[in-house]
């Protein structure tokens, strides 16, 4: 059964840094574009960054530009949202994707493409 279990988040003030991790069960992890969303009270669940199968390439939402990284550990089937500078606009909860179609793809923004899917973990930005 595949898993993918985000951890990370927390309460934190406004300006200060948070990173999220996600570790991937699937065993080819390696060749796959892993995405972040998130989804806040009241609101349809958006895309934040994503990162393809190399981590040469990334994508950010332009509400997070400049402020979050993503990364990855291909040895640890790892996938980590660095961010800093947080508003309290960032509260939500953020999820974390598994796009299986990673290889020569450019990483999407759209929910659609990707096929696994974490529980979430929260964030919460205090002003």
């Known amino acids: 059964q595949v898993q993918l279990v985000e951890s990370g988040g927390g309460l934190v003030q406004a300006g200060g840094s948070l990173r999220l991790s996600c570790v991937s069960s699937v065993r080819t992890f390696r060749r796959h574009i892993m995405g972040w969303f998130r989804q806040a009270p009241g609101k349809e669940r958006v895309f934040v960054a994503a990162v393809d199968w190399t981590g040469g390439t990334t994508r950010y939402a332009d509400s997070v530009k400049d402020r979050f990284t993503v990364s990855r550990d291909n040895a640890k089937n790892t996938v980590y949202l660095q961010m800093i500078s947080l508003k309290p606009e960032d509260t939500a909860v953020y999820y974390c994707?598994?796009?299986?179609?990673?290889?020569?793809?450019?990483?999407?923004?759209?929910?659609?493409?990707?096929?696994?899917w974490g529980q979430g973990t929260q964030v919460t930005v205090s002003s």
């Open positions: 994707a598994e796009d299986r179609d990673g290889l020569g793809v450019t990483p999407s923004a759209s929910s659609f493409e990707y096929d696994y």
